[in-house]
């Protein structure tokens, strides 16, 4: 056997991991740390472009509308149904991490499928709310020739008044850094959802076929885990920015 | 290890070269004698739930900010801001806590997580003051020409 660390400084004499966690989990903290700064630098990036502007879209005109809703002005509704859903799917998962940790193979198999469940759950949103946006003109690089785009058409996106004092110049190239962020953003973290789901997918046929039970932990679904908890979490910043701010 | 012939260094070899997560156990396996139904167990549930619960408070005392925001005019724009990241990063730290088990983690290890995000930090706000400057000498520099031209500056 390894030597068992006595006191702290003992840890770092060799043997054993000073982190007291293996390889594949520190590699994965390692991967979401770099992950957490890629997104950190989109998400910065639009808050100077943001404060750089001398108008910016409003999200409660922007986002206003849910499924089957048809008019009604609803903002932060749909976005919050969103949001829960993630939050529950992390909670989820983190009962799935907690059956594994007590080798209780049904208990990490359900819960698993609740979390593939809310992740789908939550990109089948997305994909409406990207869909509804494309119907009003939105997308990467729209909203560019001043000679087909009128402020009024603008309008609806912003605060009633803010587009008042405003050249179109500026309306126009507000709107479309607002959209060309926001499809950015909101897609690469939709895909980090995505890969999410088809990696909990891949533990969970792993974790039916016993996989985990003869290798005697799952600690792949730990790691599969700290993934999706990061994506929750993103999403969490992805809300106040673009929804609340 | 002395129940079976394998000698201790071909053992961590094996480990090392293998399955890594069994010589590191970390926070695994130390319930695995225990069953998910043990008492143990039920605290840790427990905690899960009242962490959703907290984090859906949280995300419910934002959407009334931002309901606020939206039927109230002339909110203080910097006050609204410090409103929604407070709270959002309370909503991180106990996902970051609790559900990715940090907490649960080595000292020396949350910091060499946390650390650097820290210093992260501080380039966010470098770069949103700057920005702000930015426009403020934008828009203070065309001012300027605007009077310039239309003779209010001699």
């Known amino acids: 056997m390894h030597p068992t660390a006595t006191a702290n400084t003992s840890r770092w004499n060799g043997g054993q991991s000073p982190f007291n966690l293996s390889y594949g989990k520190i590699m994965m903290w390692f991967f979401l740390f770099t992950d957490a700064l890629t997104f950190g630098a989109l998400l910065i990036s639009n808050g100077t472009k943001r404060f750089f502007s001398e108008v910016w879209p409003n999200a409660n005109y922007v986002f206003r509308s849910y499924p089957f809703g048809g008019d009604t002005n609803a903002p932060l509704v749909f976005v919050s149904f969103m949001t829960f859903v993630l939050i529950i799917s992390s909670v989820t998962m983190v009962l799935a991490v907690h059956s594994g940790h007590y080798m209780d193979k049904k208990g990490v198999t359900k819960w698993l499928l609740w979390t593939i469940v809310g992740g789908v759950i939550f990109l089948a949103s997305q994909c409406w709310e990207w869909v509804h946006l494309n119907h009003e003109g939105a997308w990467w690089g729209s909203f560019l020739d001043p000679n087909t785009v009128t402020k009024e058409h603008l309008a609806q996106f912003y605060k009633p008044g803010d587009l008042d004092n405003v050249s179109l110049e500026a309306a126009l190239a507000s709107t479309t850094n607002f959209f060309n962020f926001f499809f950015t953003i909101t897609g690469f973290h939709g895909v980090h959802v995505l890969s999410g789901v088809v990696f909990n997918i891949m533990i969970l046929i792993n974790t039916v076929n016993g996989v985990y039970e003869r290798r005697g932990h799952y600690e792949m679904v730990e790691k599969t885990g700290l993934y999706w908890h990061f994506v929750d979490l993103v999403w969490v910043f992805v809300f106040t920015v673009f929804y609340l701010v | ?154």
């Open chain 2, 1 to 154: 290890m002395g129940h079976h012939n394998h000698d201790t260094h071909h053992d961590e070899l094996f480990y090392y070269e293998g399955d890594q997560s069994k010589l590191y156990s970390g926070i695994l396996n130390h319930h695995a004698h225990e069953g998910v139904e043990s008492a143990g167990s039920k605290a840790k549930i427990r905690k899960i739930w009242i962490i959703t619960l907290y984090l859906s408070l949280i995300t419910l005392i934002e959407l009334a900010g931002g309901f606020y925001e939206y039927y109230n005019e002339g909110t203080n724009r910097v006050i609204m801001i410090s409103f929604f990241f407070i709270f959002t990063l309370l909503k991180a730290y106990l996902i970051v806590k609790v559900f990715m088990h940090l907490g649960d983690e080595v000292r020396a290890f949350i910091n060499t997580v946390i650390i650097p995000l820290l210093i992260f930090v501080w380039f966010i706000i470098a770069f949103l003051a700057d920005a702000d400057h930015s426009l403020h000498m934008n828009t203070s520099f065309w001012q300027q020409m605007k009077d310039a031209a239309t003779g209010i500056i001699k």
